[in-house]
T-cell receptor
Framework: GEDVEQSLFLSVREGDSSVINCTYTDSSSTYLYWYKQEPGAGLQLLTYIFSNMDMKQDQRLTVLLNKKDKHLSLRIADTQTGDSAIYFCAERDTDKLIFGTGTRLQVFP | EPEVTQTPSHQVTQMGQEVILRCVPISNHLYFYWYRQILGQKVEFLVSFYNNEISEKSEIFDDQFSVERPDGSNFTLKIRSTKLEDSAMYFC?????????FGQGTRLTVV
């Protein structure tokens, strides 16, 4: 079945860039998403990319998609302490989203 | 900005009781979903709903679960005879053609 994998933890210094990686298995995914979850909160849609695109930039966020390798990444420029959260990638399989395990990003001063 | 709203934010129920989790999706969205997240685990798909019927459901969504859109705005998840392992955060989501937005979740605790 479909599977989405992420590394569990990432720790960065404030002001540096963060890169969160994700791999997926379903080559027929149409859209891929990044969500942010702060402690005790819901899932906040950060950005998404259509599968025929390689890159999408949205302010501090850059999404890169390598469809051949089924690899998705989220780069956060100038990472701030407020960016500390769990980041989930998700692929859209037909109608539903399949989520990764989530990457806990910790930003230290 | 339009948002998906869920009530209650926290529900405590005794094992064996029925619970109804409520959601108000974004008004012009046509696709609705329920997901759950057991503490510390992945967000898991439960069910999708389109055109007043279930379009897809996961193995988790057995006869204990049901969904309903009783009027033009609410979308509910009913869990009959709750079990301890039903304790989780339940998220409602709605989607237009591209973007899927999630509610803040209902934390269900079965005791």
């Amino acid at each position: 079945g479909e599977d989405v994998e992420q590394s569990l933890f990432l720790s960065v210094r404030e002001g540096d860039s963060s890169v969160i990686n994700c791999t997926y298995t379903d080559s027929s995914s149409t859209y891929l998403y990044w969500y942010k979850q702060e402690p005790g909160a819901g899932l906040q849609l950060l950005t998404y990319i259509f599968s025929n695109m390689d890159m999408k930039q949205d302010q501090r966020l850059t999404v890169l998609l390598n469809k051949k390798d089924k690899h998705l990444s989220l780069r956060i420029a100038d990472t701030q302490t407020g960016d500390s959260a769990i980041y989930f990638c998700a692929e859209r399989d037909t109608d539903k989203l399949i989520f990764g395990t989530g990457t806990r990003l910790q930003v230290f001063p | 900005e339009p948002e998906v709203t869920q009530t209650p934010s926290h529900q405590v129920t005794q094992m064996g009781q029925e619970v109804i989790l409520r959601c108000v999706p974004i008004s012009n969205h046509l696709y609705f979903y329920w997901y759950r997240q057991i503490l510390g685990q992945k967000v898991e798909f439960l069910v999708s709903f389109y055109n007043n019927e279930i379009s897809e459901k996961s193995e988790i969504f057995d006869d204990q679960f049901s969904v309903e859109r009783p009027d033009g705005s609410n979308f509910t998840l009913k869990i009959r005879s709750t079990k301890l392992e039903d304790s989780a955060m339940y998220f409602c989501a709605s989607r237009d053609n591209t973007e899927a937005f999630f509610g803040q979740g209902t934390r269900l605790t079965v005791v």
